[in-house]
């Protein structure tokens, strides 16, 4: 069974820094993509960053500059560090690991920017 379990959120004012991890543990085998979606309250999910095996990244354009993706392969992990937050960047943080077969999801992790 493949688990991902996401960590590092919170409650932030603006222009403040949070890290988010994400850990993959269970029989995921070979991970390709890997990255972090958002979803803000009557929104739908939004793609904020991904990297892929060879460490190409890709990012949403509003957080260009801001957020930086990165991954660690030998401990599974993804991270997301995310800098001058502003209060639109608050809403549920998921992340996400890709391999051959499937996708799979966090549980999600909340970030609040307060103004």
């Known amino acids: 069974q493949v688990q991902l379990v996401e960590s590092g959120g919170g409650l932030v004012q603006a222009g403040g820094s949070l890290r988010l991890s994400c850990v993959v543990s269970?029989?995921?085998?070979?991970?390709?993509?890997m990255g972090w979606y958002r979803q803000a309250p009557g929104k739908q999910r939004e793609l904020v960053a991904t990297i892929t095996s060879g460490d190409s990244t890709n990012y949403a354009d509003s957080v260009k500059g801001r957020f930086t993706i990165s991954r660690d392969n030998a401990k599974n992990t993804v991270y997301l560090q995310m800098n001058s937050l502003k209060p639109e960047d608050t809403g549920v943080y998921y992340c996400?690991?890709?391999?051959?077969?499937?996708?799979?999801w966090g549980q999600g992790t909340q970030v609040t920017v307060s103004s």
């Open positions: 996400y690991a890709d391999n051959w077969r499937s996708r799979y």
């Open positions: 269970g029989s995921i085998f070979s991970i390709n993509a």
